[in-house]
Nanobody
Framework: QVQLVESGGGSVQAGGSLRLSCAASGRTFSHYSMGWFRQAPGKDRDFVAAISWSGGRTYYTDSVKGRFTVSRDNAKNTVYLQMNSLKPEDTAVYYC??????????????????WGQGTQVTVSS
């Protein structure tokens, strides 16, 4: 089992940057593939990015490609989401999620077994 805690959210103007962190408990973090999702008020939870357990594969939704980067540091039990060139439409609560080993369909939230509590990101124009 793993517990996830996100941090790094906040308010920023359009064009700015934020780095989200997701710290995981447990000694087997390196066995988990990780995903980032976001949910705006009144909308579904949408896929943002994912990284395989080895770090060798990354996935992004089209709207963030070239602006966001997902990475992980297994020695620190942490996955990151570097967000650059932020836009008002990036405003949402951001969640990290985990599943042991391989995620067959990374953008599908039902693939993940564990979720963090979320961190708010607000981008003003």
């Amino acid at each position: 089992q793993v517990q996830l805690v996100e941090s790094g959210g906040g308010s920023v103007q359009a064009g700015g940057s934020l780095r989200l962190s997701c710290a995981a408990s447990g000694r087997t973090f390196s066995h988990y593939s990780m995903g980032w999702f976001r949910q705006a008020p009144g909308k579904d939870r949408d896929f943002v990015a994912a990284i395989s357990w080895s770090g060798g594969r990354t996935y992004y939704t089209d709207s963030v490609k070239g602006r966001f980067t997902v990475s992980r540091d297994n020695a620190k039990n942490t996955v990151y989401l570097q967000m650059n060139s932020l836009k008002p439409e990036d405003t949402a609560v951001y969640y990290c999620a985990a599943r042991m080993w391989v995620v067959a369909d990374p953008p599908n939230p039902s693939e993940y077994n564990y979720w963090g509590q979320g961190t708010q990101v607000t981008v003003s124009s």
